[in-house]
């Protein structure tokens, strides 16, 4: 067991466990947006950042991806995190304003503004989707293209994906997407399962019984 | 391009446990692009997942997805390249192959592209045409480069990893130019230094191109035996700052300008060779 300090409150936990666990185990409340139960952390929204340390050596890091180490202290809400994390809210903002979850996690810490130059873009990067599809859904149908300023998701040469499940996991998970994967710009549609126009369950024998996120389904109402 | 060929090519890596990059080197050496063919094949025969080998050849610059012209003009734009004028020698390439970065001329001879750092900022700006090293490039130069491009190098692919560029360079005593440009090696001059052996002098020319092992030596001197290097205007001895990685002898260093040595292995027949951007003693 590793004993550790989060906010003044002495906790011990398992070896493994990341600061972020540690904290909600206490009851502490970290924002998250790139991280998920059941898929690795990632560390890209920086949402869930805390500090370390005893000033005036102590430092930033995401929670999400640090695991917790004998003595560490952790505050999870001191002045230096409450200005860092308002910070990555507007630019999160910035760059996808139309974003449900971004709007509710903004409104929740009373972000109104925003001092970026704004943008539209219809992905912040979190990588939620890809591990989705390659760790829960087995698939492995899209990833990260590209590279700095080019970076973009999606199937590998644009195409629909031969190994995707069309199982709408990838947009179940998508905090930036759920404007865009309607399939009324089928250009900007990462997978195409989204458009539903064949539901996996009904044609495809091998997917019988897989979990499937799509909603709403053609499918499932005629069934019901 | 047939699947056999790439296949070919795939395997023999897989069976080198070459990693993903040099496979995807291999084959766009082999067609000049990669082909989306073979990033199947490549994720077939090394059981990745498509869109991982898709995410590594979108993600360096070195690899294209679309066919490229028969040779390939790529200028730095790096830090150091750039605050010597790259941007300037970039617009001369454009405006003389009247196409842009990244694309390939109508013809399907010249590629031109513009990359970030070419890892020899000491020779900036620097031009790259087929694998081969244009220092210290000025924009009069640029009309030659094209027509040496036209003309057809004799392409590096890389295989060894080695970069093939010419230096010049210097007597780090008297600072007499140790460029020969009588004898050539590789087709550039040749570095000119005396060694010894037993007692007994003679000429050694080295190529001036670094990376190749080209050399002419005038004295018989048993392999693996380290020789002592002179300056063939001053006949001061070379001096030496570090000792050779591949054998452990001396190494002589030559001057290529300040802080900047190029220091070659002594002992015959040792490629050790190292290109040093920051080496105190040379200030
Ligand atoms: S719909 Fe396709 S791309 Fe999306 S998670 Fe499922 S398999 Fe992956
Ligand atoms: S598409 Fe959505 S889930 Fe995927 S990386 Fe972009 S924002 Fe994240
Ligand atoms: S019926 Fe259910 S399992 Fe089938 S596609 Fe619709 S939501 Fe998925
Ligand atoms: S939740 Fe930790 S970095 Fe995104
Ligand atoms: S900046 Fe041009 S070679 Fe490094």
């Known amino acids: ?12 936990v398992e070896k493994g466990t990341t600061v972020l666990e540690a904290a909600r185990y206490l009851g502490f409340p970290i924002p998250t947006l790139c991280h998920k139960e059941g898929l690795t952390p990632y560390g890209a929204c920086r949402l869930c950042v805390v500090e370390i340390g005893r000033e005036p050596n102590s430092r930033l890091v995401s929670s999400c991806t640090y695991p ?5 202290v952790v505050r999870t809400a001191s002045e230096r995190v409450v200005k860092a994390r308002r910070m990555v809210i507007e630019l999160l903002l910035a760059s996808c304003p139309q974003s449900k979850t971004i709007q509710d996690i903004a409104s929740r810490h009373n972000v109104r503004q925003q001092r970026f130059r ?14 989705m599809c390659e760790e829960q859904m087995m698939a492995g149908a899209i990833g990260f293209r590209g590279r700095g300023r080019g970076r973009s998701l999606g199937t590998p040469f644009d195409v ?15 905090p930036a997407c759920q404007a865009r994967c309607t399939f009324n710009e089928p250009e900007k549609a990462i997978c195409g399962a989204c458009a539903n126009l064949s539901p996996p369950c009904v044609e495809k024998e091998q997917f019988h019984d897989m979990m499937c ?12 | 391009m047939s699947s056999e060929e790439i296949e070919k090519i795939v395997s023999d890596y897989v069976e080198r446990q070459g990693s993903i990059i040099a496979v995807l080197e291999a084959v766009q050496n082999r067609y000049r692009y990669l082909p989306e063919e073979a990033l199947r094949i490549v994720a077939r025969q090394t059981g990745r997942r498509l869109v991982d080998i898709y995410g590594v050849a979108t993600f360096y610059k070195a690899f294209s997805l679309k066919p490229r012209g028969k040779h390939l003009i790529s200028v730095c734009l790096g830090t150091a390249c750039h ?11 454009m405006s003389q192959l009247q196409i842009k970065a990244g694309e390939t001329t109508p013809d399907g001879e010249i590629t031109f592209e513009t990359v970030n750092c070419l890892g020899a900022c000491a020779l900036g700006p620097t031009v790259v045409v087929d694998g081969h090293y244009y220092p210290h490039v000025t924009r009069s130069q640029v009309g030659g480069i094209i027509a040496d491009a036209l003309a057809g190098m004799e392409r590096d692919d890389g295989a060894a990893g080695a970069r093939l560029f010419p230096i010049h360079v210097s007597c780090p005593n ?4 140790l460029m020969d440009y009588d004898r050539r090696l590789d087709g550039h001059p040749s570095i000119a230094c005396v060694i010894a052996y037993d007692g007994r002098k003679g000429r050694l020319g080295l190529s001036s191109l670094y990376g190749s092992r080209a050399s002419e030596v005038e004295l ?14 001053c006949h001061e001895e070379m001096p030496h700052y570090s000792n050779c990685v591949e054998c452990g002898s001396p190494m002589a260093a030559l001057y290529i300008r300040r802080g900047c040595a190029y220091e070659v292995c002594t002992s015959r027949g040792c490629p050790g060779h190292l290109l040093n951007l920051d080496q105190p003693n040379m200030k």
């Open chain 1, 160 to 174: 629909q994906s031969e190994v995707c499940r069309l199982c709408g996991g990838c947009m179940e998970v998508c």
């Open chain 1, 1 to 12: 067991m590793i004993n550790l300090t989060i906010n003044g409150v002495p906790v011990s």
């Open chain 2, 83 to 93: 605050v010597r004028g790259g941007q300037a020698i970039a617009e001369e390439f």
């Open chain 1, 213 to 224: 996120y799509l909603t709403p389904c053609v499918a499932c109402e005629i069934k019901k």
């Open chain 1, 118 to 131: 704004q943008e539209h873009e219809d992905c912040i990067l979190c990588g939620l989707c890809v591990r």
């Open chain 1, 68 to 72: 917790v180490e004998e003595g560490l």
């Open chain 2, 174 to 177: 008297c600072k007499r130019s």
């Open chain 2, 220 to 233: 018989e001197v048993p392999m693996n035996e380290p020789c002592r290097f002179y300056c063939p205007h």
